[in-house]
């Protein structure tokens, strides 16, 4: 049998009994098309939580105080338990450990901001002009206050985009406009670039920025503590090092002996996106083993029809054994009908998939990411499906006795 004869043997046999060709392709459809959407919502997902990561700064390592990760101040003005950061850590960690390009101190808490009728809660954190190359802040108007700024405790704010259109919801320029935090007059000097954050206590978009010295004085009751510390390495390799580096420093400053013991926490950002990347790596895995289950039943399909085709052909399949047909020959084309039936209805699926992912993605229910390897990875399983379940029934159409398939009635 030549290739051609193949072929349109295949395709008479597919288009004899459309309706049932394409109920059994629409198992292997679903099943890709699931296995598709539900990979993209996870690497769309990971993709999400790494940029998200990433954004809050540059090779960033954060020492925050107290055993248990305590830190800031409430809206009340009191801050957490731990009080264990002091301005000559953060000046240690400056001038003593090896690889680190910025150290910026912060101060934070939440709290209640007011500003021509207007009001919202929102995070407000003292911090100093080293925080923006640190932590990615990018002034989309006016500009960040300068070292002068917290040297001469200026009563100055730069506030995030989502808090501008909270306070100023008529569409006022907010640079130029004050705000009051816990009583106190702050004039508003930029707002920062949107990174895109969703709401809740982490939202980037929803802060308040104020000079160190401000916070300490007026927001935190003159305090001489820290809530955290941020740390840049300066390259992404030197990180670890970095970390133990500050680990070891801040040991032998506050005198103890054990690490276990140890009354601060230095949290790596590195880790995090690894940690995050394995998280949601095997969230992603877990929804295509559910979505690949689906596939397993399109298999099956095929290979109930495959068998319902074989004994309805019985004859057909005599008579070509009788004039010379071989074993292979039969074994090939019903074999082909099945694998042609995965790859048609694959195709599909695939196409079905990508388009259910682009729709998700466009009506801003979820981000998804659609990559090479999984469209790969679905023509594969398509054909791997074709051949594992139409195996049985071309080899039993193979087999049959010619003589007693002419007779088959």
Known sequence: MTTADLIHETF???????VRTALTMLGIIIGISSVIVMVAIGQGAQGSIQSSIQSLGSNLLIVFPGAQRTFGYGASGGRGAAQTLTPSDADAISSEVANVSAVAPELDGR?????????????????????????????????????????????????????????FPDGAEPVGQQIS???????????????????????????????LTDA????????????????????????????????????????????TQADFNVLNQASIV???????????????????????VGGIGIMNMMLTTVTER???IGLRKAIGAKRHDINTQFLTEAVALTVIGGGIGVALGWLASYIVTSAGILQTSVSTSSIILAFGVSAVIGIAFGYYPARRASRLNPIEALRYE
């Open 181 to 211: 935090i816990k009583g106190v007059l702050f004039t508003v000097i930029g707002v920062t670039q949107s990174k895109g954050s969703s709401g809740g206590p982490g939202n980037q978009d929803d802060v308040v920025f104020v000079p």
């Open 12 to 18: 008479s046999a597919l288009t004899a009994n459309k």
């Open 314 to 316: 019985t004859r057909e």
């Open 111 to 167: 709290y209640q901001i007011t500003a021509r009728g207007t009001n919202t809660n929102t995070q407000v954190i003292g911090t100093v002009p080293a925080y923006t190359s640190i932590r990615n802040v990018e002034i989309a108007d006016g500009n960040f206050f300068s070292d002068a700024d917290v040297s001469a405790r200026n009563k100055v704010a730069v506030i995030g985009p989502t808090t501008a259109s909270d306070l």
């Open 216 to 259: 300490q004085l007026f927001l935190a009751g003159n305090t001489t503590y820290y809530s955290t510390i941020d740390v840049s390495a300066a390259s992404q390799g030197a990180m670890a090092q970095v970390q133990n580096d500050i680990t070891a420093l801040l040991l032998s400053r506050h005198k103890i002996s054990d690490p």
């Open 274 to 296: 690894s940690a995050a990347s394995s998280i949601t790596g095997t969230f992603t895995l877990l929804l295509g083993a559910v979505a690949g289950i689906s596939l397993v």
